[in-house]
């Protein structure tokens, strides 16, 4: 299944930073515990604007899983961390063939910071197949690795950067 590479992961990274600070605002001292935020959801959605890695046409897979997203920071500290993970199974129509094409999908992600360091990592999985007019079974096939991390001396530039992709389609 055809995920997003950036802005997907960048949302994620949006929704976890603005759940982290919406829940570390009104703690007035710091507790000495961790605080952590978990979202859940179960059921049918619909990923508007992902791509299809074989033919780079925009596409929006409907996928029937889970999905839980995990967050926890110190209330009166500089470090959270979270995670998110998806799994399911998707279908999209591919635009160019309107093959409709269905299968199986994972994607995790993790976010750590601190006032001196921040890093991420993203991780996608999927499996999809459709059958032509002709009875020939078409996949596409892949994974992908996406690593990124920051320091505080120039938080604008990365200082790690790892993106693998691996991708079949037949």
Known sequence: MPILRSPRLLAALAA??????ASAAPALADSGHTVTNTVTQHGTWTEYGDHDFCTGETINPTITGNSVMHV???PGGDEAWGT????GTAT???PSTQLDFSGRVT??????????NSNSTFTANFKASAVDSAGVTHYETGHETFHIGFNAVDPGT???????????CS
Do not use: H, S
């Open 16 to 21: 976890c930073a603005l759940v982290t600070g």
């Open 72 to 74: 926890t920071y110190f």
């Open 84 to 87: 998110f993970t998806t799994e």
């Open 92 to 94: 999209f129509v591919q």
């Open 107 to 116: 994607v995790w992600g993790n976010f750590n910071m601190n006032n001196r």
């Open 158 to 168: 990365p200082i790690v950067i790892v993106d693998k992709m691996n991708v079949t």
